[in-house]
Nanobody
């Protein structure tokens, strides 16, 4: 599967952005989808994931209550709604997919989110 992330940009603290990740292929609904991020000088970290239908979600503690992951299997797309953004959310955000694996084995190219204070 190929993944194409979009929706990043510059936003003020407290603002919102919605990231999208479009996937190719006919078996999108069979993939567990995730979002990760990498801030400058830091390692990549898990942000959120959503399982196969009906879509059980999981979030990293720093984003709980502010970010929402969702998927539309009819559009082969996963979303990350980010609200109440903070400067520490600034990072390159990557979408990823895993199929019958505990490791994410497909990655998108990343989209930059910059939150100004």
């Amino acid at each position: 599967v190929q993944l194409q992330a979009s929706g990043g940009g510059l936003v003020q603290a407290g603002g919102s952005l919605r990231l999208s990740c479009a996937a190719s292929g006919r078996t999108f609904s069979s993939y567990v989808m995730g979002w990760f991020r990498q801030a400058p000088g830091k390692e990549r970290e898990f942000v959120a994931s959503i399982s196969l239908s009906p879509g059980i979600t999981s979030y990293a503690e720093p984003v709980k209550g502010r970010f929402t992951i969702s998927r539309d299997n009819t559009k082969n797309t996963v979303y990350l709604q980010m609200n109440s953004l903070k400067p520490e959310d600034t990072a390159v955000y990557y979408c990823a997919a895993r199929y019958r694996s505990t490791q994410y084995n497909y990655w998108g190219q990343g989209t930059l989110v910059t939150v100004s204070s």
